[in-house]
């Protein structure tokens, strides 16, 4: 007989759903625009299309759910209610449907947050775009997925040919929802679990004053190894312009560059030009520079931006699939470095450092998880690191290798593809970074208040790659 108890979020998946308060959304996402050939973007049957697809990604119709007296982390269910005109929406851009006019929808469209009491992801279809273009914005939520598993996505929007692939046989026609356990279900089930784990059974049990006490203990613990990590890079002066409060409104910047002036830039500098990663990351430093100098913030010799680097630890086996499989590295940007070259070489020596003596800090300590069992306690130590994550860095850039080739959505090809990346407490941009068809498009997710020339920074990037490309070979 199938085991059809539900399944229950791992610690970091339920880490991102407990980070999220009302300024801080966790969602992932992408925005993609396509050139329709014949200027036409059929909406209705692209629908149709997903919800042919959607047994390939069944967690697309779950939910989650909490467990009764916080007695276990929260599960996924079957949506009885599910909807797909809810989650797949129309929206348009007005005329004359610019660039900037996108950016904005993008802004406010990424400012409200996923309903928790649905399956946590939307897709919107934004057409009135210039030149006959359609636009489309995903949004998925961080407890779903990671950076590259958000992409998954893709399976149910594109193919890699213009006509589009028929549905895979041995899906679930006529889709109903398994019946949701009960409450009572759910917490007995949580109590069996815990009771193979005496530690956590006694945790789940104990509502007193000295477990408050251990949890802080605990999350002290596990911050002040990521705080380690990051002292062991600290040589430089931290610039702190990137952090400050954020409310729940958002702006979108896009920068859209090369790939081959990448790859070449890596080459040309040899060994010190590090990895196409490195050079990424030493773009962002550069227009990092390009953005404080021209908001007149002081910069001195020795200043550097901590940076983030989410890095997947994703494996290739039965299980590797959905949820999070990530660590993280710290590095530092030289942003007082006025030399380009310096600034790469200075990063492709840090990554190299860290590849070789192991300088990571797992996911699940960023976040102040590694010893925290129960629902109570997990919620409290993800939204305390989360508070503190501006101490710790100033910045995240993710950087996900995207497909090589051209996709298409309804015999659309893809033009581009800009990754959205979710702020922490007191972080006024995080920055995506995703190559896809010989193409490096930059995403920069902004507070709406307190990054309002994020549009400043994203021209930045175009001229530091510029700049990388026309400094010497050391």
Same mark, same amino acid.
């Given at each position: 007989?199938?085991?059809?108890?539900?399944?229950?979020?791992?610690?970091? #998946?339920?880490?991102?759903?407990?980070?999220?308060?009302?300024?801080?959304?966790?969602?992932?996402?992408?925005?993609?625009?396509?050139?329709?050939?014949?200027?036409?973007?059929?909406?209705?049957?692209?629908?149709?299309?997903?919800?042919?697809?959607? #047994?390939?990604?069944?967690?697309?119709?779950?939910?989650?759910?909490?467990?009764?007296?916080?007695?276990?982390?929260?599960?996924?269910? #079957?949506?009885?209610?599910?909807?797909?005109?809810?989650? $797949?929406?129309?929206?348009?851009?007005?005329?004359?449907?610019?660039?900037?006019?996108?950016?904005?929808?993008?802004?406010?469209?990424?400012?409200?947050?996923?309903?928790?009491?649905?399956?946590?992801?939307?897709?919107?279809?934004?057409?009135?775009?210039?030149?006959?273009?359609?636009?489309?914005?995903?949004?998925?939520?961080?407890?779903?997925?990671?950076?590259?598993?958000?992409?998954?996505?893709?399976?149910?929007?594109?193919?890699?040919?213009?006509?589009?692939?028929?549905?895979?046989?041995?899906?679930?026609?006529?889709?109903?929802?398994?019946?949701?356990?009960?409450?009572?279900?759910?917490?007995?089930?949580? $109590?069996?679990?815990?009771?193979?784990?005496?530690?956590?059974?006694?945790?789940?049990?104990?509502?007193?004053?000295? #477990?408050?006490?251990?949890?802080?203990?605990?999350?002290?613990?596990?911050?002040?190894?990521?705080?380690?990590?990051?002292?062991?890079?600290?040589?430089?002066?931290?610039?702190?312009?990137?952090?400050?409060?954020?409310?729940?409104?958002?702006?979108?910047?896009? @920068?859209?560059?090369?790939?081959?002036?990448?790859?070449?830039?890596?080459?040309?500098?040899?060994?010190?030009?590090?990895?196409?990663?490195?050079?990424?990351?030493?773009?962002?430093?550069? /227009?990092?520079?390009?953005?404080?100098?021209?908001?007149?913030?002081?910069?001195?010799?020795?200043?550097?931006?901590?940076?983030?680097?989410?890095?997947?630890?994703?494996?290739?086996?039965?299980?590797?699939?959905?949820?999070?499989?990530?660590?993280?590295?710290?590095?530092?940007?030289?942003?007082?470095?006025?030399?380009?070259?310096?600034?790469?070489?200075?990063? @492709?020596?840090?990554?190299?450092?860290?590849?070789?003596?192991?300088?990571?800090?797992?996911?699940?300590?960023?976040?102040?998880? @590694?010893?925290?069992?129960?629902?109570?306690?997990?919620?409290?130590?993800?939204?305390?690191?989360?508070?503190?994550?501006?101490?710790?860095?100033?910045?995240?850039?993710?950087? $996900?290798?995207?497909?090589?080739?051209?996709?298409?959505?309804?015999?659309?090809?893809?033009?581009?593809?800009?990754?959205?990346?979710?702020?922490?407490?007191?972080?006024? $941009?995080?920055?995506?970074?995703?190559?896809?068809?010989?193409?490096?498009?930059?995403?920069?997710?902004?507070?709406?208040?307190?990054?309002?020339?994020?549009?400043?920074?994203?021209?930045?990037?175009?001229?530091?790659?510029?700049?990388?490309?026309?400094?010497?070979? /050391?």
């Amino acid at each position: 007989m199938p085991d059809r108890r539900p399944d229950r979020l791992s610690p970091l #998946d339920a880490s991102f759903l407990f980070m999220e308060e009302r300024t801080t959304a966790m969602t992932l996402g992408a925005v993609m625009t396509f050139e329709p050939e014949d200027g036409f973007f059929d909406v209705d049957a692209f629908v149709d299309l997903i919800d042919s697809r959607l #047994d390939l990604v069944p967690r697309y119709r779950q939910k989650v759910r909490e467990v009764p007296g916080r007695l276990g982390l929260p599960v996924w269910v #079957d949506d009885p209610d599910f909807d797909l005109s809810f989650h $797949v929406r129309r929206s348009a851009l007005p005329a004359p449907g610019t660039d900037e006019d996108l950016r904005e929808l993008v802004g406010r469209l990424l400012s409200r947050q996923l309903d928790r009491s649905r399956p946590l992801w939307e897709i919107y279809v934004i057409e009135g775009f210039e030149e006959y273009r359609v636009a489309i914005l995903t949004k998925i939520h961080h407890a779903m997925v990671d950076g590259i598993g958000s992409m998954a996505v893709g399976g149910l929007l594109l193919d890699t040919t213009a006509r589009p692939r028929p549905a895979e046989a041995g899906g679930e026609p006529g889709w109903s929802p398994r019946p949701s356990p009960s409450g009572l279900e759910l917490a007995t089930q949580a $109590v069996l679990e815990n009771m193979l784990r005496p530690r956590s059974a006694v945790d789940a049990l104990t509502r007193s004053a000295r #477990d408050v006490r251990e949890v802080a203990s605990a999350v002290r613990r596990t911050l002040g190894g990521v705080a380690d990590a990051v002292r062991t890079a600290n040589h430089g002066r931290s610039v702190w312009a990137l952090n400050a409060p954020i409310g729940t409104q958002r702006r979108f910047g896009m @920068a859209r560059t090369s790939l081959f002036e990448h790859r070449m830039i890596r080459r040309r500098h040899g060994a010190g030009g590090g990895t196409v990663n490195d050079v990424v990351l030493a773009v962002v430093a550069g /227009a990092l520079r390009r953005w404080l100098i021209a908001r007149g913030e002081p910069i001195f010799p020795d200043s550097v931006v901590r940076a983030m680097v989410p890095v997947s630890v994703r494996g290739r086996g039965p299980g590797s699939d959905g949820g999070n499989r990530i660590s993280a590295v710290f590095v530092e940007l030289p942003v007082g470095d006025p030399d380009p070259v310096r600034r790469l070489q200075s990063i @492709a020596r840090q990554m190299e450092a860290r590849k070789r003596f192991g300088r990571s800090a797992g996911t699940t300590a960023v976040v102040g998880l @590694a010893s925290l069992a129960t629902p109570v306690m997990h919620e409290m130590g993800a939204r305390l690191s989360s508070r503190l994550s501006s101490r710790l860095f100033n910045v995240v850039v993710t950087h $996900v290798p995207g497909p090589p080739r051209p996709l298409y959505a309804m015999g659309a090809r893809m033009r581009d593809m800009y990754p959205v990346v979710p702020l922490a407490h007191g972080q006024a $941009v995080a920055i995506g970074v995703t190559s896809y068809d010989g193409t490096v498009c930059y995403g920069l997710d902004a507070d709406r208040d307190a990054l309002p020339d994020v549009d400043v920074l994203a021209e930045a990037v175009n001229d530091s790659l510029a700049e990388l490309k026309e400094a010497p070979a /050391a």
